[in-house]
């Protein structure tokens, strides 16, 4: 079935559509090079494209880790000091009833282009030089957040126009479905982070939440203030930064309003992470930049 839509869309040249209708949609002026490879092993294919410093990283990956790597919808490959071009990774299996490479697609190519304004602001051209400047997990956390609310944004809009949806059918799927099953994984993930205390892996999954929460609000679901939202929860173990970061997130709608908050959003990073588990970023970062949902999305 996936090899089939596969055949489709790259017949039809759906993702350089989809690719035209975001630059213009985005009011992107830039042209970042990048190449699409279709993998059925991502970590086999990190280790094509690697540099020779994430080659020695990737070549400690435990089992667990290559399995991880193997599970991801899509992955984002920086440019590194040997390849100057961007890489974008998809899983085939992506390509199914419920058109999940759509989500995923937009989801990479939103990394691609925050990342490539980001290095260009700091005028570096390669990813080995990005763990050093100083708004880097601002800008890993922003852009998750960024890359999750188009990812989403535009898998419903086509999602929508494919299976001829009403407006009030996804306003119900939203609130039946979506809602409670993302609120219950939400209170899963803060009940990893009881037990292993790592804030900086809580942190990507709560932005990710956000994403998707902001999105909502187009549909009419401010979920920040319901009470199906475990907020008290996150406050208790997390503090007030950890609620207050949804409404820094959803004033930075782009790269240029983002990096004018780089600070503030510094600010509540630190306060959440009061134990700077983040110093395992680049670890963390290397397999989970572009991590994407792993809970397909139903179409109806
Ligand atoms: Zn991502």
């Known amino acids: 079935m996936s090899i089939e839509k596969l ?25 970042p090079k990048f190449k699409i490879v279709i993998s059925d092993n991502f970590y086999e294919s990190q280790l094509t494209f690697a540099s020779k410093r994430q080659l020695e990283h990737l070549q400690n990956f435990d089992e667990n880790e290559k399995e991880r790597s193997n599970s991801f919808n899509g992955y984002l490959l920086m440019p590194t000091n040997e390849r100057e071009e961007f890489i974008i990774l998809l899983n085939p299996l992506t390509f199914d ?12 190519i939103t990394h691609m282009f925050d990342y490539s304004k980001y290095m ?26 960024h890359a999750r609310k188009l990812g989403y944004t535009y898998l419903r809009k086509y999602v ?62 401010k979920v920040i203030e319901e009470d199906i939202f475990p ?43 009061k134990n700077h588990s983040i110093n395992n970023l680049y670890r963390f970062a290397m397999y989970n930049l572009s991590k994407q949902m792993s809970e397909i999305l139903s179409s109806k």
């Open 160 to 221: 929508q126009i494919i299976f001829n949806l009403k407006q009030e059918e996804i306003v119900e799927h939203i609130k039946n479905t979506e809602i409670p099953t993302q609120m219950i994984h939400l209170n899963e993930c803060t009940d990893k982070y009881v037990d292993n205390k790592r804030a900086d892996i809580f942190i990507y999954e709560l932005v990710l939440h956000y994403g998707r929460m902001i999105v909502w609000e187009d549909y009419g679901f």
């Open 97 to 108: 009833e419920q058109n999940t490479f759509i989500g995923t697609f937009h989801h990479e």
């Open 7 to 31: 055949k489709y869309v790259i017949d039809n040249n759906l993702l350089s559509s989809m690719y035209n209708t975001y630059i213009e949609e985005q009011k992107e002026t830039i042209s």
């Open 231 to 273: 907020k008290q929860k996150l406050i208790n173990l997390l503090g007030n930064a950890s609620i207050e970061l949804y409404n820094l997130l959803s004033n930075m709608n782009d790269y240029h309003n983002a990096k004018l908050k780089f600070k503030d959003l510094k600010n509540l990073i630190v306060q959440i992470d």
């Open 120 to 145: 260009n602001d700091c005028g570096i051209i390669s990813e080995e030089k990005m763990f050093d400047t100083e708004y880097y997990h601002c800008m890993y956390y922003w852009s998750e957040y």
